[in-house]
């Protein structure tokens, strides 16, 4: 569970059953990133909400903080838990790039140090 998740509101009142789901879903996703960037990942969520003529659009953005990167996602839906659900799978996909393209890094070194070492 990512330790540094902040959850805000913009003109929008977060009831529990939201903090929980947020929680839950957003704060799953370090099982997708290195255990590097774990402990120093933190997450910002803005849940927005705005009246457009009759309708209301819910609009979730998450900005997620890494080692050597910043993620930025936003959807806009009809109902939150839904821009929440889409966030997650944006996330997910940016998340496993994100650790294919730094564990290379660390596979070069460590077999650049096996083939330095004798036999």
Do not use: W
Not at 71 to 89: G, K
């Amino acid at each position: 569970m990512i330790q540094k998740l902040e959850i805000n509101g913009v003109h929008y009142e977060i009831n529990d059953e939201l903090y929980k789901y947020v929680v839950k879903k957003i704060g799953r996703l370090d099982q997708y990133m290195s255990r590097h960037a774990r402990e120093s990942a933190h997450v910002e969520v803005k849940l927005k909400e705005s009246k457009i003529k009759t309708r209301t659009q819910a609009t979730c953005e998450v900005i997620l903080h890494l080692p050597q990167e910043v993620m930025q996602t936003e959807e806009t839906t009809l109902n939150m838990y839904a821009a929440v659900d889409i966030v997650e799978a944006k996330l997910k996909n940016q998340l496993k790039r994100y650790k294919a393209k730094h564990s290379i890094r660390f596979h070069r070194r460590l077999l650049s140090k096996l083939k330095r070492r004798p036999v």
